[in-house]
């Protein structure tokens, strides 16, 4: 549900129109917009975003480490409308334990490195990617790096 507080703002409108479950939180602070958006809804709402709203890029996708906390994950695009000049966040939260989320590379076809870094440096898992494999760390590399409960001492081995 749209906070009242981004009733005001276009795009979180018309997310809201195109699908009235898909946004669970939000805020617009200094200038930029941020939509929480449901995780089982991230590939449609960015469908809808790039084909109907002209956010035609998409500049990152990354994540976010919260641990202890639960839900220990965030999963972020950053969206570009090179039309509009507008830029909009969708944050997607994911519990710690099996982190799993669909592939947007069906809209955008360069989250297919995005996600392989996210995957291979948080160990966040992408359904329906083309290829998710290691990007940066060695096909053998135990863990996921950027996790806060990643050891950064002793034997890696």
């Known amino acids: 549900m749209l906070p009242e507080s981004l009733r005001q703002h276009a795009v979180a409108q018309a997310v809201e129109a195109f ?31 790039k084909y109907d709203q ?22 972020v695009y950053e969206l570009h409308s090179l039309e ?34 996210v995957f291979d440096l948080f160990g966040i898992r992408f359904m329906n990617h083309p290829d998710l494999r290691r990007i940066m760390m060695p096909d053998d590399w135990e863990g996921h790096p950027l996790r806060k409960d990643y050891p950064i001492t002793g034997s890696r081995v």
């Open 19 to 49: 699908d009235a479950e898909a946004i669970v939180g939000g805020a617009y602070d200094r200038g930029e917009l941020a939509l929480e958006i449901a995780p089982p809804k991230i590939a449609s709402v960015c469908g809808f975003l």
């Open 54 to 75: 002209k956010f035609v890029r998409l500049s990152t996708v990354t994540a976010v480490d919260r641990y202890p906390a639960e839900p220990r994950f965030e999963v």
């Open 84 to 117: 509009r000049n507008q830029r909009v966040r969708l944050q997607c939260r994911l519990r710690g334990q099996d982190p799993v989320i669909e592939s947007v590379t069906s809209v955008w076809r360069g989250a297919n490195w995005y996600e392989r870094e």
